[in-house]
């Protein structure tokens, strides 16, 4: 006789800390501007290196993963605004027109209206990660693993530009803490 509701989903409790005020405490400070000036350093390197032509596919995800974080961070009200949408909107625009070049004709190549799309997503980003604590990272980290594992499994509607970097394919608990 065949099963009238489907199983229920295994239990997993939320981890536990014993020091839960100190953490409450550390999450919500902001980033510190010594880490934010390091990430931002870290993306435009690899900017200057995919406009370069040097390990294109590798950079071409962490711009990927700048765009899907800035995006997320944009709906948390973090560096929010019209203004910074079309950025956002630009940039994975141009993101996208870059990869479908390459699958058809095997081109890095970036335009200098997608260089300044992505020069702009650089800004924006690091506008955002300046007033963003800890806390409203790891958040803004969540819902962007979320969503892009919502798109890989078809959930994206129809003329959404799915736009994947390495966040979808990292597991946030094996990675180090921010």
Same mark, same amino acid.
């Given at each position: ?13 939320? &981890?536990? #800390? ?8 550390? +999450?919500? +400070?902001?980033? #510190?501007? !010594?880490?934010?000036?390091?990430? $931002?350093?870290?993306?435009? /390197? ?13 950079? =071409? ?16 009200? *973090?560096?929010? !605004? &019209? ?15 870059? =990869?479908?070049? /390459?699958?058809?004709? !095997?081109? =890095?190549? *970036?335009?200098?209206?997608? *260089?300044?799309? *992505? #020069?702009?997503?650089?800004?924006? #980003? ?5 007033? $963003? ?24 509607? &129809?003329?959404? /530009? ?5 966040? +979808?394919?990292?597991?946030? /608990? ?5």
């Amino acid at each position: 006789m065949p099963r009238s509701s489907k199983p229920r989903k295994a239990y997993r409790p939320a &981890p536990v #800390h014993a020091n839960i005020v100190q953490r409450a405490i550390g +999450g919500a +400070g902001l980033i #510190h501007p !010594g880490e934010v000036a390091a990430q $931002c350093q870290r993306i435009q /390197h690899a900017l200057q290196q995919f406009s370069a032509g040097q390990q294109c596919p590798q950079h =071409w995800r962490s711009l990927a993963d700048v765009a899907n974080m800035a995006e997320t961070l944009a709906a948390m009200r *973090l560096g929010a !605004g &019209p203004q910074a949408e079309a950025v956002i909107q630009q940039a994975q625009q141009a993101l996208a027109d870059v =990869w479908r070049r /390459h699958a058809q004709r !095997g081109s =890095w190549t *970036l335009y200098p209206a997608e *260089l300044e799309a *992505l #020069h702009w997503l650089l800004r924006l #980003h690091q506008t955002q990660m300046a007033v $963003c604590s800890y806390t409203e990272f790891e958040e803004a980290f969540q819902r962007t693993t979320r969503r892009i594992a919502q798109a890989r499994a078809g959930n994206a509607p &129809p003329t959404a /530009h799915v736009i994947q970097g390495d966040i +979808g394919t990292i597991n946030p /608990h094996d990675r180090k803490a921010a």
